[in-house]
């Protein structure tokens, strides 16, 4: 399988070491715009550089440059965002596994978009949301997820219908009930052993596993 480390802009989510840990296991590293900026202050080099590259630091563009890593730029008037078009970039390429790191940041209109991006390359690819905290990422059909007891977790609805849904190894388990956009009640559950089922039908969730809740 085919991974690739995605590392966002914004603002950090996680210590340089995990960072560093991840990026580690990837086959291919990814600068999304401005997170150049986070791989230039831990000098590691991106094997690309994409975006539109109006938030990206001058220091941080010049040392992608003279060290000839790969840069794709896009014009700033554009429909997609600079994830979008990195995904995008990593399905025709051919990889099977995305991690995104930095994602959470410190906009929540870009958090929102991240998750429909999730939803929308979830047949495409795994995409996962991933930091020192937090595991994320969208489900649908029947998965059987590592755990821990007594971790926290949080399924929600995403994507285009109304999911038909069954949480087994819980504290609150439920068997194929609807799961409405309006009613949340997916909330703040808690993992009783060390493997989860998340189980849909008709529809799709996205996961949230908090690590050190």
Do not use: Q
Not at 101 to 113: E, S, V
Not at 161 to 176: A, D, W
Not at 185 to 208: E, L, P, R
Request: glycine share 6%; hydrophobic share 40%; charged share 25%.
């Amino acid at each position: 399988m085919k991974k690739a480390t995605l590392i966002l802009g914004g603002s950090r989510d996680s210590s340089n070491e995990f960072y560093i840990s991840k990026i580690d296991e990837a086959d291919y590293l990814v600068a999304v715009d401005s997170g150049a900026n986070l791989l230039f202050e831990i000098r590691i080099l991106p094997d690309l550089l994409i975006g539109d590259l109006d938030s990206i630091n001058g220091k941080a563009l010049i040392w992608c440059k003279e060290n000839n890593v790969e840069i794709i730029s896009f014009d700033t008037s554009k429909d997609e965002t600079d994830t979008e078009l990195a995904l995008n970039e990593m399905y025709k390429r051919g990889f099977n596994e995305v991690l995104l790191l930095n994602a959470l940041g410190d906009r929540p209109d870009h958090f929102l978009a991240t998750i429909y991006l999730l939803y929308s390359y979830s047949e495409k690819m795994n995409v996962l949301i991933i930091n020192e905290n937090l595991i994320s990422s969208v489900l649908s059909g029947n998965n059987l997820l590592d755990a821990k007891e007594g971790e926290l977790w949080s399924v929600l609805p995403v994507g285009e219908n109304i999911p038909l849904v069954s949480l087994k190894g819980f504290e609150y388990e439920i068997t194929r009930k609807m799961m409405p956009f309006s009613k949340p009640f997916g909330t703040s559950n808690v993992s009783k052993s060390d493997k989860v089922a998340i189980n849909t039908k008709k529809g799709a969730v996205i996961y949230f596993r908090w690590l050190n809740k």
